[in-house]
């Protein structure tokens, strides 16, 4: 697995979520992962029930096996103060440059900035190592931006070396991408199997893929589950509707003494297996546009409980099943 999973998806498809979980899959049997939010919506606290991250590496969770999970909500105002500090020790300097709204200036003059500074904070953990000689995280974890524009966030700092041709902004650059676009990244995409999803996953693989980025997996996340198989189906399309009354009636429901309840049943009924099969059939033809991707695919179910942190770990354990881990 490479060591930087980046997650990305469009709006409503979860991606919060699924990076969580893929965190916690990660982090199983003594492994140590940092999930990393770019966006500051603070998903991950909401998803964790903890309180707002700060901009610094807190343990938030721990996996199956004694694994460890941290979190980052990176902020790039303090990312581009840990920037200067870095490169240009500029102490209390850049503390006043802060005060003087210089840094507001200066992510508004060059917008680009702003997302070098993030995939910067990110590849340095992954690049990070202790005094030992060994990584600090085994896997960093990024809820990235949504599909479109995740091509351009991630690919802004080759724009930036391209700019600076020399000095400490180029080298930084230059560093990043050879993370970026090397086998320790895998940038995976999440959809539902829905037409809007689906076609956004496979443009923004294409951009990926015309970058030279490397596309990871895509998961299908909140997958209803199957209730009729190919024979139930072909069976809604072709029952009488005096059948489905009389099994009604033999089944003790609408009333078997007055045969006219059982009636009322039928029309909501065959209704309801009719919009399943619409759906199954426009799910199915989803499907086969992913598969055409030729790239891994895996499935999360629908919670019916709905999402809270017992539900991340049932996906965690999921993703594991699935070999994302």
Same mark, same amino acid.
Do not use: W
């Given at each position: 697995?490479?060591?930087?999973?980046?997650?990305?998806?469009?709006?409503?498809?979860?991606?919060?979520?699924? @990076?969580?979980?893929?965190?916690?899959?990660?982090?199983?049997?003594?492994?140590?992962?940092?999930?990393?939010?770019?966006?500051?919506?603070?998903?991950?606290?909401?998803?964790?029930?903890?309180?707002?991250?700060?901009?610094?590496?807190?343990?938030?969770?721990?996996?199956?096996?004694?694994?460890?999970?941290?979190?980052?909500?990176?902020?790039? =105002?303090?990312?581009?103060?840990?920037?200067?500090?870095?490169?240009?020790?500029?102490?209390?300097?850049?503390?006043?440059?802060?005060?003087?709204?210089?840094?507001?200036? *200066?992510?508004?003059?060059?917008?680009?900035?702003?997302?070098?500074?993030?995939?910067?904070?990110?590849?340095?953990?992954?690049?990070?190592?202790?005094? @030992?000689?060994?990584?600090?995280?085994?896997?960093?974890?990024?809820?990235?931006?949504?599909?479109?524009?995740?091509?351009?966030?991630?690919?802004?700092?080759?724009?930036?070396?391209?700019? @600076?041709?020399?000095?400490?902004?180029?080298?930084?650059?230059?560093?990043?991408?050879?993370?970026?676009?090397?086998?320790?990244?895998?940038?995976?995409?999440?959809?539902?199997?829905?037409?809007?999803?689906?076609?956004?996953? *496979?443009?923004?693989? *294409?951009?990926?893929?015309?970058?030279?980025?490397?596309?990871?997996?895509?998961?299908?996340?909140?997958?209803?589950?199957?209730?009729?198989?190919?024979?139930?189906?072909?069976?809604?399309?072709?029952?009488?509707?005096?059948?489905?009354?009389?099994?009604?009636?033999?089944?003790?429901?609408?009333?078997?003494?007055?045969?006219?309840?059982?009636?009322?049943?039928?029309?909501?009924?065959?209704?309801?297996?009719?919009?399943?099969?619409?759906?199954?059939?426009?799910?199915?033809?989803?499907? @086969?546009?992913?598969?055409?991707?030729?790239?891994?695919?895996?499935?999360?179910?629908?919670?019916? =409980?709905?999402?809270?942190?017992?539900?991340?770990?049932?996906?965690?354990?999921?993703?594991?099943?699935?070999?994302?881990?």
């Amino acid at each position: 697995m490479s060591r930087l999973q980046v997650v990305s998806g469009k709006g409503g498809t979860g991606k919060t979520t699924v @990076a969580a979980a893929l965190a916690l899959a990660l982090a199983t049997e003594g492994k140590r992962t940092l999930l990393v939010e770019v966006e500051g919506r603070q998903g991950i606290a909401q998803l964790f029930e903890t309180d707002a991250l700060p901009y610094e590496e807190r343990k938030i969770a721990v996996a199956p096996g004694g694994g460890e999970v941290y979190a980052l909500a990176i902020d790039p =105002e303090l990312a581009l103060l840990d920037y200067l500090q870095m490169f240009y020790k500029l102490g209390g300097a850049g503390r006043a440059l802060k005060k003087l709204g210089a840094i507001d200036f *200066a992510t508004t003059v060059a917008p680009g900035l702003r997302d070098v500074l993030l995939t910067g904070k990110a590849c340095e953990a992954v690049r990070r190592k202790d005094k @030992a000689g060994r990584f600090t995280y085994d896997y960093v974890v990024m809820d990235a931006p949504p599909t479109g524009r995740i091509t351009r966030f991630l690919n802004v700092n080759d724009e930036v070396a391209g700019l @600076a041709k020399i000095g400490p902004i180029h080298n930084q650059a230059q560093a990043v991408m050879r993370v970026l676009k090397s086998p320790e990244t895998a940038v995976h995409l999440v959809t539902l199997l829905e037409e809007m999803p689906v076609q956004e996953t *496979a443009d923004g693989i *294409a951009e990926l893929r015309a970058a030279r980025l490397p596309v990871g997996r895509v998961i299908v996340n909140m997958v209803r589950p199957r209730v009729l198989d190919a024979a139930d189906l072909e069976l809604v399309r072709t029952v009488p509707r005096s059948s489905v009354a009389q099994a009604l009636s033999a089944a003790g429901l609408g009333g078997a003494r007055r045969g006219g309840h059982a009636e009322r049943l039928v029309d909501p009924l065959l209704e309801q297996a009719a919009e399943y099969t619409e759906r199954y059939a426009l799910e199915q033809e989803q499907r @086969a546009v992913l598969g055409e991707l030729e790239l891994p695919l895996h499935e999360l179910p629908l919670l019916a =409980e709905g999402m809270d942190l017992a539900g991340l770990y049932e996906l965690a354990t999921e993703l594991r099943k699935q070999g994302l881990s």
